[in-house]
């Protein structure tokens, strides 16, 4: 497959850089560009340090330090060398950076007395040339171990896969493997295996290095494919991303991906390359082989399939031939084969709109069977039970102990309208309703005696400003917010909270809300902020409140709660000597906002690793020991602005005492 649309023509120059990492060496990765990571694109290589830290870190080419950067999280410490051709290298998760830029960095780290910080020297303050030692390798920041983070960007911020330079270090002679695939039905008349689902296979390898599905899949309509791959390079065991995936149907191309450049600003939109809800259940990330609704990616290729944007097209009622191919870096390739057989379905929709009297109420005489949208069974004495949930624009309402011949008709209730939907099939006991999103957004369906709530409130569309407000609650989306159209619902929680729609559903950027909570006791503003507690996690959200009412911001869907942080972070100094401090801090809520040590009142710079909760003191000048008796103070400050400290004095070191070890006893005889 051919190189991507951001790449220019002249870009990739083959031994233009030098490998980063004992150059000249024998190397493996840890990870590759565009690997799935946690919302975002993994955006370069991993290079393995063996496991330490301290590993000499090389410039690639020659240029100037164009940014110095110190992060808690993310990359770290960083270093970002732009070069004569217009490309950058970055170099993350550094343990110190060497002589001068080390130097400079500490020093403006007192002169704004932070420890996070991120500076842009001007072009001609440190020159580098090709192979100089910029920094020592390390484990700061998002790490999980010691490694070099190694980026290469274009002029435009595009990241592009470094492998294409052609390092020698980095030897590859693994193809890609699949792990399992996943089939799934795109609109309420597609079918797999009977139903409207997804289901998911394990490929078997051949003996040839060929994979093929050993169990017969029948399928109907529009349906996605979706790719659980890897890669690995020569000498390591670590899982990376594959590079390219292609699928034919019936020898035609229908859709390739390719992610060896994309632009580092649409990094969040793997959400929508992956499918999110999956990952979100169950921490596997699938690359989808279509082009979902509001991915604007343009690492795809869609030849005969433009139309149906990589979906398979399975409506002539004949078997199709399904061929995938996985490619990594070094233009390996593996393949699985298998054939999709028809089958026949039937569904149909009679759709009747009916006024419904003014005092109509929808709860006279019928049983509630379920209060949100779910994916958990729903039983309720009496009636059916039912199973709601939502697909992207499709409602499935799968219900239990009907009659099989004679399923009641499913009422769609908008306000006091209502339309009837026959069920779309039955299956052993259980009739399933399909309904599109797309065409009708019921607050409430009825069948027989049972009711379901949805919750729906408004069709939210991606690309422009929406507000809806409901109560005393407001909720702004901007241009920016969603990927894909929000069938908002929205529900409040026992105990005081909010649910909104499902965390399952990804998005772009921030929404904002403004909630005022009906507690029914005080509430202490300064110390009480919102929470994402979804799925028995808390998250920090923050917010600022006006008049009883609390504003805040997420970039997740789910359950919000307020929560009252009133536990100061805790603060353990543990050495406190002419040599340095150190310290572990912690906090059991709201976590850690700032820190500040002082001696003798003067500011001391301490590094923070946050994954040990450690500080440890870096003096301005490392040959000038803190005095004697001079008194140490760390405060920690937590996101709910409670403060905490511990103070001691500096005393000098303890001396080791060893113990001699006794004579040996000699044996009576």
Request: glycine letters at 8%; charged letters at 20%; one cysteine or more.
């Amino acid at each position: 497959m051919s190189q991507t649309g951001y790449i220019r023509p002249g870009t990739i120059q083959a031994g233009y850089f030098l490998f980063p990492i004992m150059p000249g060496s024998a190397n493996s990765l840890s990870g590759g560009l565009g690997d799935l990571r946690p919302n975002h694109f993994h955006a370069g290589l991993d290079i393995r340090t063996g496991g330490r830290e301290g590993v000499d870190v090389h410039a690639a080419a020659d240029g100037y330090i164009a940014r110095i950067a110190v992060f808690t999280g993310g990359y770290g410490n960083v270093v970002f060398i732009k070069h004569p051709n217009g490309l950058t290298t970055v170099y993350g998760h550094l343990k110190t950076l060497k002589d001068t830029l080390g130097t400079y960095l500490r020093e403006q780290q007192y002169a704004r007395k932070t420890f996070e910080i991120d500076l842009r020297p001007e072009p001609g303050q440190f020159p580098v040339k090709q192979g100089d030692v910029i920094a020592a390798s390390g484990n700061t920041g998002g790490s999980g171990g010691p490694h070099l983070h190694f980026e290469v960007r274009d002029a435009k911020d595009n990241l592009i896969n470094p492998l294409l330079y052609g390092f020698s270090e980095i030897r590859d002679e693994v193809p890609p493997y699949f792990e399992r695939i996943a089939l799934k039905t795109m609109t309420p008349t597609s079918r797999i295996n009977g139903e409207y689902q997804r289901v998911s296979y394990v490929p078997v390898r051949r003996s040839d290095g060929t994979y093929t599905i050993t169990k017969p899949i029948t399928a109907s309509g529009l349906v996605g494919m979706e790719v659980l791959a890897y890669d690995k390079t020569t000498g390591s065991p670590y899982r990376n991303g594959i590079s390219c995936l292609e699928i034919r149907l019936d020898g035609r191309e229908v859709f390739a991906y390719n992610m060896n450049s994309f632009p580092n600003e649409q990094t969040r939109f793997m959400n929508v390359h992956e499918n999110y809800e999956v990952e979100q259940m169950t921490g596997q990330r699938y690359h989808r082989a279509y082009i979902a609704d509001g991915n604007i990616l343009n690492i795809y290729k869609l030849q005969s399939n433009a139309t149906y944007k990589g979906r398979l097209p399975l409506l002539d009622g004949q078997p199709h031939e399904v061929t995938l191919t996985l490619y990594d870096a070094a233009d390996h390739a593996t393949r699985l084969t298998f054939t999709l057989l028809p089958e026949t379905t039937a569904s149909t929709r009679m759709d009747a709109v009916t006024e419904m009297p003014a005092d109509y109420n929808p709860d006279a005489d019928t049983e509630q069977v379920a209060s949100t949208l779910s994916t958990a069974a729903a039983p309720v004495v009496g009636v059916p039970t039912a199973t709601i949930t939502t697909d992207e624009n499709v409602l499935k309402l799968a219900v239990k102990n009907v009659s099989t011949t004679n399923p009641p008709v499913a009422k769609l209730f908008t306000g006091r309208t209502f339309t009837e939907q026959p069920a779309s099939y039955v299956l052993a006991n259980q009739a399933v309703y399909l309904i599109d999103l797309r065409q009708s957004l019921p607050d409430s369906v009825q069948f027989g005696r049972g009711i379901v709530r949805t919750n729906f409130r408004k069709r939210i569309i991606p690309g422009r400003a929406d507000v809806f407000t409901e109560g005393t609650t407001r909720l702004e989306f901007s241009p920016r917010t969603l990927f894909d159209t929000l069938h908002l619902s929205m529900r409040p929680v026992v105990g005081g909270g909010l649910e909104i729609n499902q965390p399952t559903i990804p998005l772009n950027d921030y929404l904002t809300i403004q909630y005022v909570p009906n507690y029914p006791i005080a509430i202490d503003t300064m110390r009480t902020k919102a929470y994402w507690t979804s799925g028995g996690r808390e998250s920090f959200l923050g917010g600022t409140w006006t008049k009883g009412r609390i504003q805040f911001k997420t970039r997740s869907l789910g359950r919000f709660q307020l929560l009252t942080d009133a536990t100061p972070p805790t603060i353990n100094i543990m050495t406190a000597t002419p040599n340095g401090i150190t310290a572990k801090i912690r906090d059991d809520l709201s976590g850690i906002a700032e820190f500040r040590a002082l001696v003798d009142g003067e500011w001391v710079l301490m590094q923070y690793d946050y994954k040990r909760a450690l500080l440890w003191s870096d003096k301005l000048d490392a040959t000038e020991p803190f005095e004697e008796g001079a008194t140490v103070l760390v405060q920690v400050k937590d996101r709910s602005g409670n403060i905490g400290s511990d103070s001691t004095t500096i005393e000098a070191p303890r001396p080791v005492i060893r113990r001699r070890a006794a004579p040996a006893r000699k044996r009576k005889r």
